[in-house]
Each structure stands twice: as structure tokens, then as C-alpha cells.
């Protein structure tokens, strides 16, 4: 990493973590050449349990995720977005929004009893401090699988809103659609097990 792109990052978290998650205050250059899967972080990945990404095997459908191939974050196969199937729950997250960090434990949480019925998917969004995101993840002990989206291509495509104030779930039904993009952080277990109630139809 570039010194400047170090700079850029330590920038990016005091920003994330006094001012709010909103990743308009980030600006990666595709120029900066930011790698997902490093040895290092494959390394870390595998020290910390992180489970691999599990690409779909569908077709885009109306109303689904977007047509987006993301690489696996610390390495494994890259997910096109549009032919994952639910029920899931796909998590825009990233190092420098202190929201995602309190909400994934309670993530986690759901993953460990759960992820058998409603697999987790994170999005580590416009993030270019990769080597925190990692060890964030391997902090909060969380082992769902993550792609990486460090440029944020993916905002401002459907069913996106324009993605302001991390973090966002999306709630994926099992014929592909999206029925829910919940914005801001889940705050308790019974909330989200809530959300997944209301919006996936399947009562935990």
C-alpha cells in the first residue's frame, strides 16, 4: 500500500468513526490498485475461520441483486451478486463505520445458530484499509464470509439506494428477489430475528 493510500485510510476510519458511515466521504481511485487477497490477509482469513464465499448458481432474476461479480474478501471465488439465491442476509459493511462494528456480533451471532437456514453474506464497501477490515472481522470473531467492493461499485445500483450511512441489510427471498434493504445498524438479536420474521417469512 502507497503512502498515500495509508494516509487515505487512516483519514477514511477517524472520519467513519467520529462523524457518522456515510461512504460519501470516501473516495478510492481504481488507480490506487487496492488487492483483496493478499497473502497476508488470505493468511489472516484462514487463522481466523472465515468461511468461504459460496457463489450462486441461478440466473439474474427482476428484482434480484444486481449483475455485480465481487472477489471473495481474503481470498476464494469471486460471487456474481445477481445469482445468489435466499433465504440470506447480505450485509454492506466496512472498517471505518463504527455501526457495522457494533452490529457484527449480533451478525455473528445469527450466522453461528442460524446460517444453516439463512446463510450471511458481507460486502466490505468502499473500504481501501483491507488489513483493518480483516482483523476487525478476526476481533469480532466473525466467521460468515465476506466480498469486497472496495471501489463501491456497487452504489446506486438496484435495489440500492444511494448508499449513505453504513450499514445496510438486505434481506434476499429464495426466488432471488430482494424484499427488504434495511439502512442503519441492527441494535439487538431479537431485532433481527425479527426483521428476518417480517420480511423472509421464516419465524427462528
Known amino acids: ?6 494516509l487515505l485510510a487512516t483519514l ?8 457518522g458511515c456515510d461512504p ?3 473516495q478510492v481511485p481504481k488507480a490506487q490498485g487496492i488487492d483483496v487477497d493478499t497473502p497476508a490477509l488470505v493468511q489472516e482469513k484462514q ?3 472465515i468461511d468461504d464465499c459460496v457463489p450462486g448458481r441461478a440466473g439474474p432474476v427482476s428484482g434480484g441483486l444486481p449483475r455485480q461479480s465481487l472477489p471473495c474478501f481474503g481470498g ?21 463505520c463504527q455501526q457495522c462494528r457494533d452490529e457484527i456480533p449480533i451478525l455473528q451471532r445469527f450466522y453461528a445458530q442460524h446460517g444453516d437456514q439463512v446463510p450471511v453474506l458481507g460486502v466490505d464497501y468502499m473500504d481501501p484499509q483491507t488489513d483493518g477490515a480483516m482483523a476487525l472481522l478476526a476481533e469480532k470473531r466473525a466467521t460468515y464470509p465476506s466480498v469486497a467492493d472496495p471501489y463501491g461499485d456497487l452504489s446506486a445500483q438496484k435495489p440500492f439506494p444511494v ?3 453504513l450499514p445496510y441489510l438486505v434481506f434476499l427471498a429464495a426466488d432471488g428477489t430482494v424484499t427488504y434493504v434495511k439502512p442503519g445498524a441492527v441494535t439487538s438479536y431479537q431485532e433481527l430475528l425479527d426483521l428476518v420474521d417480517e420480511h423472509l417469512g421464516i419465524r427462528l
Open 1 to 6: 500500500m502507497t503512502r498515500l493510500v495509508a
Open 12 to 19: 477514511v476510519v477517524l472520519l467513519g468513526l467520529t462523524t
Open 24 to 26: 460519501e466521504d470516501v
Open 47 to 49: 487463522a481466523a475461520g
Open 76 to 96: 476464494g471465488p469471486d460471487v456474481e451478486l445477481s445469482t445468489l439465491r435466499g433465504p440470506m442476509l447480505v450485509s454492506l459493511w466496512a472498517y471505518w
Open 163 to 165: 448508499l449513505r450511512g
